[in-house]
């Protein structure tokens, strides 16, 4: 039986997007005043949990979300490029209701196959990245507790990848709310539970 080591997933806070893009990769997207208060309370959640690292995506957003995080425990952030969100063709677009881009056959083109998917990373690939990311973080902190700020998409596919589901799924169905703490905890090298909680509401 070796010691349990946790893994926090953290979900950046909410994003200051005007415009309502998908922004995806973009860069520049920071938070919005909520986000900043949102990211405060999980920084306070996970204030007296024994925290050796804190690593984000290198996206604006995961980098703000893990600052107060990292500041409470006296570190600074890391940066591991397999937390970062996954690639999506349409990301720029204004995709939200009424915005007319989905009357666009170019658009219609890119969602012919949920299953891959045809508009952006396939599945899989996000799962093996991160994969990687846990593995590497888990080794730092085994025996301790360590973050990782990351998106909504990556984090549930890691979710269902760890848990032996399927990777194509409803993304209204993500358990994954802006600001949540998906947490893993191992034995050793095995994963022996997952616990989801919403600090900052939600």
Not at 132 to 152: F, I, L, P, W
Request: net charge positive; glycine share 8%; with cysteine.
């Amino acid at each position: 039986m070796g010691e349990h080591t946790h893994v926090h997933l953290v979900r950046h806070g909410e994003v200051y997007n005007p415009d309502g893009v998908l922004y995806g990769r973009l860069p520049e997207f920071h938070l919005s005043e909520k986000g900043k208060q949102q990211a405060a309370a999980v920084a306070d959640a996970l204030a007296d949990r024994d925290i050796v690292a804190v690593i984000a995506s290198p996206l604006q957003r995961a980098q703000e979300t893990a600052a107060p995080i990292a500041a409470r425990h006296g570190l600074a952030v890391d940066t591991d490029p397999d937390l970062i969100e996954s690639t999506n063709v349409l990301q720029g677009r204004k995709l939200s209701p009424g915005s007319g881009a989905w009357r666009d056959p170019r658009v219609w083109w890119h969602l012919r196959n949920p299953f891959t998917p045809s508009w952006g990373e396939p599945y899989t690939q996000i799962a093996a990245r991160m994969v990687t990311a846990v593995d590497k973080a888990r080794a730092r902190a085994a025996g301790h507790e360590v973050v990782c700020v990351s998106h909504q998409l990556p984090i549930w596919t890691l979710r269902l990848q760890l848990t032996g589901k399927r990777l194509w799924h409803n993304p209204r169905r993500r358990r994954c709310a802006i600001a949540s703490v998906t947490t893993l905890i191992y034995d050793g090298d095995r994963l022996v539970d997952v616990v989801y909680t919403t600090p900052a509401g939600g």
